[in-house]
């Protein structure tokens, strides 16, 4: 493949999408030519004590009517990142400056950036405004 083509990829559950959403994608797609989100599913998500209100496939549907993503693929676990990065021949792996230095290990294979969050946004904040 042409040296010059970069693959991205990123990671999350994406649940009640928000425009904090949108800007990483877009910035992520921006640092290359094409964009893989790692979607969380269901399941991960409760090994995350994360509570999802849309399930995987709705929130799937969101994310493939992105123009900046290109591929989505399951997230099925703590450890897979290495495989996908590998599997897809990954340049750049991208995730919100609130996880910064967590997954610096990934360093080896691909570059790693954390990218600032936008402020004011949060799906926990949202949930928490609709539940009250
Ligand atoms: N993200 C961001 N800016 C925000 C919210 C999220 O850049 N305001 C990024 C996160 O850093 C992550 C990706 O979007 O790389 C997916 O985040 P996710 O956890 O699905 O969304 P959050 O809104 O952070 O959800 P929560 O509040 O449940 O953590």
């Not at 970069?6 to 425009?19: C, P």
């Not at 590998?86 to 750049?92: G, L, Q």
Request: net charge neutral; with cysteine; glycine share 6%.
């Amino acid at each position: 493949m042409n040296s010059s083509f970069k693959t991205v990829i990123t990671y999350g559950t994406f649940d009640l999408f928000h425009y904090g959403h949108l800007e990483i994608l877009r910035r992520a797609k921006e640092l290359g030519d094409y964009l893989i989100v790692g979607l969380s599913t269901d399941a991960f998500n409760r090994i995350k004590n994360k509570k999802c209100i849309f399930a995987y496939e709705k929130r799937e549907e969101i994310l493939k009517s992105i123009k900046y993503v290109d591929k989505i693929i399951p997230e099925n676990s703590w450890s897979q990142k290495p495989f996908d990065i590998k599997k897809f021949d990954v340049d750049i792996f991208v995730m919100g400056d609130d996880w910064r230095g967590k997954f610096d290990e990934l360093t080896d294979s691909c570059d790693v950036q954390y990218l600032p969050r936008t402020k004011g946004v949060s799906t926990s904040e949202l949930k928490q405004i609709i539940d009250k």
